[in-house]
């Protein structure tokens, strides 16, 4: 693994890519991730530090991770929705829908909840993001869900 590091680490300087990757990825191989993440953060990469956490399944300690940044520096730089719609699509990797169905529809991504919710024929979980929807804003979704309702022949 730090061989990989090291070998990685001296192409990447030769090409010119900055230092302070290297120094966080070094920090994340030793175990010690809330530094990795500062690093990246230290140096504009933000983007990075939430990248490293959601590759490592490490949702709870990146969303504390981002809280502290976000008090700290204003937060600016990071996207918890972002966030919130990766660890959907893990969750809906791992085929845990209903998580993924509550996550996309934190993060305002409504077609791939309702997609999920068709697919598993949850009609009353479409009944409250329905409740969510704006008539001209999210017209398309609407559609959506009018289409699952057809499908399973509910007319109510």
Not at 83 to 92: I, S
Request: glycine share 6%.
């Amino acid at each position: 693994r730090y061989i990989d590091l090291v070998t990685d680490t001296e192409k990447g300087l030769e090409k010119g890519e900055p230092p302070f990757m290297f120094r966080a990825l070094s920090l994340a191989y030793q175990g010690k991730f809330i530094e990795a993440a500062n690093e990246f953060a230290e140096n504009g990469r933000a983007d990075k530090a939430m990248e490293m956490f959601t590759d490592m399944r490490m949702f709870d300690q990146a969303k504390e991770w981002a809280e502290e940044h976000a008090k700290t520096h204003g937060g600016g730089d990071i996207s918890l929705t972002d966030f919130v719609n990766r660890q959907a699509e893990w969750a809906e990797e791992t085929s845990d829908y209903e998580s993924a169905v509550n996550m996309y529809v934190q993060a305002k991504k409504y077609e791939k909840a309702v997609a999920l919710v068709g697919k598993n024929n949850w009609r009353a979980k479409l009944v409250e993001i329905m409740k969510l929807l704006d008539v001209k804003a999210d017209a398309k979704v609407l559609q959506q869900c009018a289409g699952h309702f057809a499908r399973w022949g509910d007319s109510s």
